[in-house]
């Protein structure tokens, strides 16, 4: 099945604000774009908290809300931007005031809470790093990256200091204090953020801050194994906020949303730093998944972009239309998906069910924001992650044995040739390029090969310059002589009614080397059963041919990372009887009751 592209004039009602692909890359160029920040005042560098915050406070935004968060209960929170620039000072101060300085580990262990919000910027003010962690993790994951981070600082509430930091704590010298949010009386070994923020002075100036100056220590979403940490520094903020302007459409009267986990690199580059930089309101939910809540949370809040995972959408897509019709939904205007590939099953979803087609990016914990997007200025390709860009320069760079790029004597070469298969690469310079893997100083070299950023993902460039993911390079499957990227496969499985998601991986085949296995997830209404195989197999041949599975699971709950990414080295290492390896991103599954909607939590 070939999907017709969906043109820009369709994206949106209002029409985007930048038309012209290739204008806009030719005129683009960082140093320009520079002059849209602030910097900090008499030249004394730039700093992303004076970017997102202290820059609005002589402006009419000033008394604008910047962060509405509702609570798991349905309660809203608002903090305009002059609320914030006094509560991130009162935080900066607070981290002063015990000693805490300059290049420092900051690590939040926090749901989405304005805690968060001010911890994170007051964190960045006194120019300490921040590492959030997500605040599912068990105490292992926080004692392992507490440990590789170097943690000096931590601020969590009392209940996660109880359930999961008290044991750990022992076993952590170097973490010095311990902020428990909340104004209670702290446990030994702990302080009471409240308190002390209360007795903080309201003023505090940001040091000189060196654009390279560490700011952000993200540790990635293992999908492939042991988590590293990706260094990032202040420059970043450029990248967040041009980026943001393009591939999200994001405008300073928007409002926002964005369902990232906090924990992971898109929560914190796009769900705090961009949207606030542009000075426009951010939304946060601390509920779980709910396709109900979600609707109305966009429906209430009178969201204008969002910007969630492909996951999600496809959680929504097994509702059916029937629940999005009944909210309105007329205040949206762009929604963007990232983590993984977007099928273009769903990417088209969202034109019948959203009257919007969703917009698929692609980037990485390293690349700090998106570099390739299907945005605003684009027509979409359903399926395809877009064009690169404007300041990116991306391409597709030949293999060798290993899958990855082959490097000659330092030397790479390019595929000019549309629609090749290899190792998809950006020319470094970006604002947000991360600047090391924390004590792997030999693993970031290794990164990088003949003038290019290798991005471990493998990919093709089509003839308009559209690049589509293939697989990462360490998921390709090779059956009887053929390569097969496990994504091809779950996206012609979901255009099966049945299929609601799968998750495909490569079986040790003594004939073919590898045999193609899907995992399945159906949609409600369908019955697992041998009937049901047979026909999915069926249909993947006709599909596909050599490349369809020959093996068909049916799984209700595929297991995911946090951000949302079906973890098919899990599925792998689960059907071969493996060790799991470190499986300490691994969402819970929600199971979904074929049928029925979770009951409504209130807001
Ligand atoms: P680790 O590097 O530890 O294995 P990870 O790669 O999952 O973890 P992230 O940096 O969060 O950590 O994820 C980036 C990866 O997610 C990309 O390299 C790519 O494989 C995948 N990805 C992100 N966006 C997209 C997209 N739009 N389409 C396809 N794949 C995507
Ligand atoms: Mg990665």
Same mark, same amino acid.
């Given at each position: 099945m070939t999907w017709d592209p969906i043109p820009k004039s369709r994206q949106q009602a209002d029409g985007a604000n930048?038309?012209?692909?290739?204008?806009?890359?030719?005129?683009?160029?960082?140093?320009?774009?520079?002059?849209?920040?602030?910097?900090?005042?008499?030249?004394?560098?730039?700093?992303?908290?004076?970017?997102?915050?202290d820059r609005h406070l002589d402006t009419p935004r000033c008394d604008q809300v910047a962060l509405r968060c509702v609570g798991r209960d349905g309660t809203v929170?608002?903090?305009?931007?002059?609320?914030?620039?006094?509560?991130?000072?009162?935080?900066?101060?607070?981290?002063?005031?015990?000693?805490?300085?300059?290049?420092?580990?900051?690590?939040?262990?926090?749901?989405?809470?304005?805690?968060?919000?001010?911890?994170?910027?007051?964190?960045?003010?006194?120019?300490?790093?921040?590492?959030?962690?997500?605040?599912?993790?068990?105490p292992e994951p926080i004692r392992e990256r507490l440990r590789l981070g170097d943690g000096r600082v931590l601020v969590t509430t009392p209940e996660l200091y109880t359930r999961k930091i008290a044991a750990i704590r022992e076993s952590l010298p170097g973490l010095k204090h311990v902020l428990l949010t909340g104004r209670g009386p702290a446990?030994?070994?702990?302080?009471?953020?409240?308190?002390?923020?209360?007795?903080?002075?309201?003023?505090?100036?940001?040091?000189?801050?060196?654009?390279?100056?560490?700011?952000?220590?993200?540790?990635?979403?293992?999908?492939?194994?042991?988590?590293?940490?990706?260094?990032?520094?202040?420059?970043?903020?450029?990248?967040?906020?041009?980026?943001?302007?393009?591939?999200?459409?994001?405008?300073?009267?928007?409002?926002?949303?964005?369902?990232?986990?906090?924990?992971?690199?898109?929560?914190?580059?796009?769900?705090?730093?961009?949207?606030?930089?542009?000075?426009?309101?951010?939304?946060?939910d601390a509920g779980e998944f709910d396709a109900r809540r979600w609707y109305r949370v966009l429906q209430d809040q009178r969201v204008n972009v969002w910007y969630t995972s492909p996951t999600a959408l496809r959680m929504l897509m097994r509702h059916?239309?029937?629940?999005?019709?009944?909210?309105?939904?007329?205040?949206?205007?762009?929604v963007a998906s990232v983590g993984e590939p977007l099928n273009p099953e769903v990417a088209v979803w969202g034109l019948h069910t959203l009257g919007l087609p969703v917009h698929d990016n692609w980037w990485q914990t390293e690349t700090g924001a998106i570099m390739i997007g299907n945005f605003a200025a684009t027509d979409i390709k359903p399926g395809s992650m877009g064009r690169p860009l404007p300041g990116i320069a991306a391409?597709?760079?030949?293999?060798? /044995? +290993? @899958?990855?790029?082959?490097? *000659?004597?330092?030397?790479?070469? $390019? #595929?000019?040739?549309? !629609?090749?298969?290899?190792?998809?690469?950006?020319?470094?310079g970006w604002p947000s390029m991360f600047r090391g893997y924390l004590n792997e100083p030999e693993r970031y070299a290794n990164a990088f090969a003949g003038g290019w950023y290798l991005s471990g993902d493998i990919a093709r460039?089509? /003839? +308009? @310059?559209?690049?589509?993911? *293939?697989?990462?390079?360490?998921? $390709? #499957?090779?059956?009887? !002589?053929?390569?097969?990227?496990?994504?091809?496969?779950?996206?012609?499985?979901?255009?099966?009614?049945?299929?609601?998601?799968?998750g495909v991986i490569g079986k040790p085949d003594p004939m073919a080397g590898e045999l193609v296995?899907?995992?399945?997830?159906?949609?409600?209404?369908?019955?697992p059963g041998d009937g049901l195989r047979l026909e999915l197999i069926a249909f993947g041949r006709r599909r596909l041919g050599a490349v369809a599975p020959k093996e068909i699971t049916f799984d209700q709950s595929l297991p995911h990372t946090r951000s949302g990414k079906v973890m098919r080295?899990?599925?792998?290492?689960?059907?071969?009887?493996?060790?799991?390896?470190?499986?300490?991103?691994?969402?819970?599954?929600?199971p979904m009751v074929p049928g029925r909607l979770k009951p409504l939590a209130s807001p």
């Amino acid at each position: 099945m070939t999907w017709d592209p969906i043109p820009k004039s369709r994206q949106q009602a209002d029409g985007a604000n930048l038309t012209d692909y290739e204008r806009e890359r030719r005129e683009f160029s960082w140093r320009a774009a520079r002059r849209s920040l602030r910097g900090l005042p008499g030249g004394r560098g730039l700093n992303i908290a004076y970017e997102a915050v202290d820059r609005h406070l002589d402006t009419p935004r000033c008394d604008q809300v910047a962060l509405r968060c509702v609570g798991r209960d349905g309660t809203v929170t608002e903090l305009t931007y002059r609320d914030m620039h006094l509560a991130t000072n009162r935080f900066a101060g607070v981290l002063r005031g015990l000693g805490v300085g300059r290049g420092e580990r900051v690590f939040t262990l926090l749901g989405r809470v304005p805690d968060l919000y001010i911890a994170v910027l007051g964190t960045l003010k006194n120019l300490s790093v921040l590492s959030p962690l997500f605040s599912a993790f068990g105490p292992e994951p926080i004692r392992e990256r507490l440990r590789l981070g170097d943690g000096r600082v931590l601020v969590t509430t009392p209940e996660l200091y109880t359930r999961k930091i008290a044991a750990i704590r022992e076993s952590l010298p170097g973490l010095k204090h311990v902020l428990l949010t909340g104004r209670g009386p702290a446990p030994e070994g702990t302080l009471s953020l409240g308190e002390l923020m209360a007795g903080a002075p309201a003023g505090f100036e940001i040091a000189p801050t060196d654009p390279e100056d560490m700011a952000l220590l993200h540790f990635t979403s293992g999908t492939t194994g042991r988590p590293k940490g990706v260094v990032h520094v202040h420059e970043a903020v450029l990248a967040h906020r041009v980026t943001a302007a393009y591939a999200l459409d994001l405008r300073p009267s928007d409002v926002f949303w964005c369902t990232a986990d906090p924990g992971w690199v898109t929560g914190m580059s796009y769900g705090v730093i961009a949207p606030l930089s542009l000075g426009l309101t951010l939304v946060t939910d601390a509920g779980e998944f709910d396709a109900r809540r979600w609707y109305r949370v966009l429906q209430d809040q009178r969201v204008n972009v969002w910007y969630t995972s492909p996951t999600a959408l496809r959680m929504l897509m097994r509702h059916g239309g029937a629940p999005a019709g009944e909210y309105d939904l007329s205040e949206l205007r762009f929604v963007a998906s990232v983590g993984e590939p977007l099928n273009p099953e769903v990417a088209v979803w969202g034109l019948h069910t959203l009257g919007l087609p969703v917009h698929d990016n692609w980037w990485q914990t390293e690349t700090g924001a998106i570099m390739i997007g299907n945005f605003a200025a684009t027509d979409i390709k359903p399926g395809s992650m877009g064009r690169p860009l404007p300041g990116i320069a991306a391409a597709v760079l030949e293999r060798g /044995e +290993d @899958g990855r790029a082959r490097v *000659v004597d330092g030397h790479v070469r $390019v #595929i000019e040739e549309p !629609g090749v298969e290899g190792e998809l690469a950006l020319r470094p310079g970006w604002p947000s390029m991360f600047r090391g893997y924390l004590n792997e100083p030999e693993r970031y070299a290794n990164a990088f090969a003949g003038g290019w950023y290798l991005s471990g993902d493998i990919a093709r460039e089509d /003839e +308009d @310059g559209y690049f589509w993911f *293939v697989a990462r390079a360490d998921d $390709v #499957i090779k059956s009887a !002589g053929h390569l097969i990227g496990p994504f091809e496969v779950e996206s012609v499985l979901m255009e099966h009614p049945a299929v609601a998601e799968a998750g495909v991986i490569g079986k040790p085949d003594p004939m073919a080397g590898e045999l193609v296995k899907a995992f399945v997830t159906l949609n409600p209404g369908f019955e697992p059963g041998d009937g049901l195989r047979l026909e999915l197999i069926a249909f993947g041949r006709r599909r596909l041919g050599a490349v369809a599975p020959k093996e068909i699971t049916f799984d209700q709950s595929l297991p995911h990372t946090r951000s949302g990414k079906v973890m098919r080295r899990l599925l792998r290492a689960r059907e071969l009887g493996l060790p799991e390896g470190d499986t300490s991103t691994v969402e819970h599954p929600v199971p979904m009751v074929p049928g029925r909607l979770k009951p409504l939590a209130s807001p």
